[in-house]
């Protein structure tokens, strides 16, 4: 067992992608498709100046989390919104003009680029012939309508620049508000699932869908002007970056910025999306490289095992001792199950979220919460199937003269390993399903394409994260249960042929 667990670990640290070489701007995104979008033109204009870009992986999840990245100096620059900025990130400093935002950006050593052009303000969006049915023009309009079931991203719906401030503002009494993906949203709201939801000005989809934005007569959404943050000290390491960045101040219009997410909602490559904005605005384009699917599904894969081998690799070295103290020390034992099993509790992304303030954010955080996912079924296993040994059996191993140690290894582990191996198994399924989080903290794996086919509605790009990770935990699956031939003593195992 234990050469067993060595060479899985080995395995997965010699598979895993090298880091990013140390003169790369680490250019990324937020985890909507406009940022995306913005993310290659910056890459792009980087390139042309002859820098290297780390663009690996683009989305690295919601505001916070890419705040939070930038501020630990794990990237070096994104596109966010000032109203984000200021009523969320900042949102109890009462920063009321652009000066004042730059200051407190300072604090953080980030530093911000002039607006490029366009706002992507908040707005609350109907379809067009239910509004008109209703008699709906205005926000103010909703409050005579309770009954509206209403759909907003999770994000959204805790913000004070949204639902929360929104419902205060207005005085409205809708009580079915439901929190859901942005782009399932749509789907909703197309559907006639949900009645309102929560719309981003620069949206493709409302044109697409023939959707009307309701007019905000009490003013309540503030100005969300498309800027790019990046840290201050790269003012001195990397001028030209800076500059390059600054070149988009002012070029993006709003017209333009529809356009590239019309674009990309029909599955234009992004890349290229970006290649031709640049060819057009500064007549000059940018060299494209456009990775192949088969290229993509093995760095994807290697990602995907990197996670998972190193964090359940990790899980069984330290759940098999637990599980055997378990056994032993019933008392103690009750409370390092009752201690994983509360960790069981935990929703993923919440234990991800709370990885990033000790561990940062990327591989580290999602192997740490993979590895405390993994313990219980491993601890809980090893302890039953030692507890299950006939007392008689052991008995006569102490009889005979045998250390604790030679009973635990010669006896107690290869009789309780057909249990070891289950909840080596339970583990290995679980892990390789959550381990697609990861890509919401910039981890990547198949989570990337799942959390891309997400936000823009686009199913083969889910199935392409999807499969392969069902496939993987199968492969898996099938792998422990071959190897029970070598670990599990012939008279233990179900089919004693084997």
């Avoid at 899980?315 to 009750?334: C, N, Y």
Wanted: proline share 5%; aromatic share 6%; hydrophobic share 45%.
């Amino acid at each position: 067992m234990k050469n067993f667990v060595l060479s899985a670990i080995a395995c997965c640290l010699f598979a895993s992608p090298s880091m990013g070489e140390s003169g790369e701007v680490r250019v990324k995104s937020k985890e909507d498709t406009e940022t995306t979008l913005l993310a290659h033109v910056i890459a792009h204009l980087l390139r042309q100046e002859g820098m290297q870009v780390d663009d690996t992986h683009f989305r690295f999840g919601g505001s916070p989390v890419v705040w939070k990245a930038i501020g630990a100096g794990e990237i070096d620059m994104y596109v966010d919104y000032t109203g984000t900025l200021t009523n969320q990130i900042f949102a109890q400093q009462g920063i009321r003009d652009e000066a004042g935002l730059r200051r407190e950006l300072a604090k953080y050593g980030v530093g911000m680029t002039k607006p490029l052009g366009f706002a992507n303000n908040y707005a609350i969006g109907m379809r067009r012939a239910r509004a008109e049915e209703l008699g709906i023009h205005r926000l103010s309009d909703l409050k005579n309508h309770p009954k509206l079931v209403l759909g907003f991203s999770n994000e959204f719906v805790n913000r004070d620049d949204g639902w929360k401030g929104l419902r205060r503002q207005y005085g409205l009494p809708q009580a079915d508000v439901r929190g859901m993906d942005h782009r399932v949203a749509y789907e909703a709201l197309v559907a006639g699932t949900i009645d309102a939801m929560e719309l981003y000005t620069t949206d493709a989809e409302i044109r697409r869908f023939d959707l009307v934005a309701l007019e905000d007569d009490a003013h309540f959404f503030p100005n969300y002007e498309a800027v790019i943050l990046y840290r201050l000290e790269l003012e001195k390491s990397h001028p030209a970056a800076v500059a390059a960045c600054r070149k988009l101040e002012g070029r993006l219009s709003q017209s333009a910025m529809i356009e590239m997410n019309d674009r990309a909602l029909a599955k234009d490559p992004m890349p290229i999306i970006a290649a031709d904005f640049i060819e057009r605005e500064f007549g000059k384009r940018p060299d494209v490289y456009i990775e192949s699917s088969a290229r993509r599904l093995w760095r994807l894969t290697i990602e995907h095992l990197t996670l998972v081998g190193i964090s359940l690799g990790a899980a069984i070295l330290i759940g098999l001792p637990l599980g055997v103290i378990s056994a032993r020390r019933p008392r103690l034992g009750q409370m390092i199950i009752g201690g994983a099993g509360v960790i069981q509790t935990i929703p993923a992304l919440a234990l991800l979220v709370f990885m990033i303030p000790l561990l940062k954010t990327g591989t580290l955080p999602a192997i740490v919460a993979l590895f405390l996912y993994s313990l219980l079924p491993i601890i809980n296993n090893t302890a039953a199937g030692l507890r299950s040994i006939p007392r008689p059996l052991l008995e006569s191993a102490d009889a005979l003269g045998l250390s604790h140690a030679a009973r635990l290894r010669l006896i107690e582990l290869p009789m309780a390993s057909p249990s070891i191996l289950t909840g080596i198994r339970t583990s290995a399924v679980i892990n390789i399903g959550t381990a697609t989080l990861g890509a919401l903290i910039g981890a990547g794996g198949y989570g990337q394409p799942i959390q891309t086919g997400l936000q823009m509605m686009d199913h083969g790009e889910i199935l392409f994260g999807a499969i392969p990770a069902a496939l993987m935990a199968l492969v898996v699956q099938g792998l422990l249960t071959w190897s029970e031939r070598f670990l599990v003593p012939r008279g233990l195992r179900l089919n004693p042929q084997q």
